[in-house]
């Protein structure tokens, strides 16, 4: 799954031109490094962090668990 997708999927944007705008705002980081290119293809147990709140790839559940709280 491409990280665009992913932010849709988890409900972080609605669109994929609200995903772009936050990814080259470096709003997104994957694995604690800030993330450029909404086509980014991610992988199981990838973090994708967002204002403070990091969701993890996973294929038992596709679309991200959420775990609140957790810093940059």
Not at 26 to 37: A, F, L, M, P, T
Not at 42 to 53: Q, S, W
């Amino acid at each position: 799954m491409k990280l665009d997708q992913f932010l849709k999927f988890v409900g972080i944007t609605h669109t994929g031109g609200e995903a772009k705008m936050l990814i080259k705002a470096g709003k997104i980081s994957v694995n604690g490094i800030v993330e450029n290119r909404r086509g980014r293809k991610l992988k199981e147990g990838d973090n994708i962090i967002f204002a403070n709140e990091t969701y993890i790839v996973s294929n038992s559940d596709p679309l991200g668990r959420k775990l609140a709280g957790i810093e940059k």
